[in-house]
């Protein structure tokens, strides 16, 4: 079993920046595909952003193009989620996910493991 161990959340004014960190307890996240979903109050689940298990694949929500940017630091076993430019509308809950299938996905049920999810709030 593989924990996703999620930090960095908060409340940021508009335009601001957060960074998001997943760390997978006791395994390299460098076997596993690695994604951000957010869940907004009264809403689905939604992909955001997913980096394959080598880094040499990324993808992105349109919405978040431009200004989101995923990656992974095998040093630290840890994958990013650098938030720059941020709206109102980025206000959710972000949960990091982790898929063995190794590749990206955009869909929930290709990944197979789960973080407690963290909140980021942007203030208008």
């Known amino acids: 079993q593989v924990q996703l161990v999620e930090s960095g959340g908060g409340l940021v004014q508009a335009g601001g920046s957060l960074r998001l960190s997943c760390a997978p307890s006791?395994?390299?996240?460098?076997?596993?595909?690695m994604g951000w979903f957010r869940q907004a109050p009264g809403k689905e689940r939604e992909f955001v952003a997913a980096?394959?298990?080598?880094?040499?694949?990324?993808d992105y929500i349109d919405s978040v193009k431009g200004r989101f940017t995923i990656s992974g630091d095998s040093a630290k076993n840890t994958v990013y989620l650098q938030m720059n430019s941020l709206k109102p509308e980025d206000t959710a809950v972000y949960y990091c996910a982790a898929g063995k299938a190794m590749g990206v996905a955009r869909g929930t049920n290709g990944y197979d493991y789960w973080g407690q999810g963290t909140q980021v709030t942007v203030a208008s």
């Open positions: 006791g395994r390299t996240f460098r076997i596993y595909g």
């Open positions: 980096i394959s298990a080598s880094g040499g694949i990324t």
